[in-house]
């Protein structure tokens, strides 16, 4: 479902090279959960980003679902996202205009489903991360742990097959925590692809394969 070949990332800053990725061969079959282990600044949401193709890599190979990303379009990148993956920011980023409901239905309007068909996905979803008593209320008016369920309502609207979160759990309360958990064992359930950057053990539980990164380099342990 998702591979890497000798993939690099590093940034410039003026003259200084900071090597973020190096050397990231990974791979990864259809229907596992897979963690992203590694302590704070050893490239997990860059190496997530780089998958979700919201970020490019400096050198090597990304695959997903059969297509190789790396010298894509920006237009091909977001349709493609738009349609194969779903992304779990840490900082949630849902649209602070669009209510609970419409931030939901955003990427299914963005793919041009039916609105029948939007409507009764969006009732399915916001259910599924018990949220019904929200749906007109806007991001700001929600808890942080509310609006990280939202975030995956959203990302789930056009049945992906492959989940990306980065972190989903790092901000938040135990209840709202359980109920990711939740959701995470849910989509394990259905046997979608799932790739979760976390400290958190209950959902490292769940893991079929760990990867560690450390200083950007694939590890075998965390320490
Ligand atoms: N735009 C950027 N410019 C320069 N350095 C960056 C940029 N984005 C991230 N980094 C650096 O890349 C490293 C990895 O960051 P990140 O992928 O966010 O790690 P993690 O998610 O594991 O905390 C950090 O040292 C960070 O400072
Ligand atoms: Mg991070």
Request: charge should be neutral; proline fraction near 3%.
């Amino acid at each position: 479902m998702v591979s890497t070949k000798g993939l690099e990332k590093y940034y410039l800053l003026g003259t200084k090279k900071i090597h973020v990725l190096r050397d990231i061969n990974i791979s990864i079959p259809k229907a596992q959960f897979i963690v992203v282990g590694g302590q704070s600044g050893s490239g997990k949401t860059t190496l997530l980003n780089i998958i979700s193709g919201i970020d490019r890599a400096t050198a090597g190979d990304v695959t997903v679902a059969g297509e190789s990303l790396t010298s894509r379009d920006e237009e091909f990148l977001s349709d493609f996202r738009c349609n194969h993956i779903g992304f779990v920011f840490q900082s949630y980023n849902l649209v602070s205009t669009l209510t609970v409901a419409e931030n939901v239905a955003f990427p299914m309007e963005w793919t041009r489903k039916p609105s029948q068909e939007i409507e009764a996905r969006v009732t399915e979803l916001i259910k599924t991360v018990g949220l019904e008593h929200r749906l007109k209320h806007f991001p700001s008016q929600l808890s942080g742990g509310e609006q990280q369920r939202v975030a995956f309502a959203r990302a789930l609207a056009n049945d992906p097959e492959l989940i990306l979160a980065d972190e989903p759990t790092g901000n938040l309360d135990a209840k709202n925590a359980a109920k990711i958990l939740e959701v995470l064992q849910l989509l394990k359930s259905k046997g979608k692809t799932v790739i979760v950057s976390t400290h958190d053990l209950e959902i490292r539980r769940l893991a079929d394969q760990v990867i560690i990164l450390k200083d950007g380099k694939l590890a075998s342990t965390d320490e």
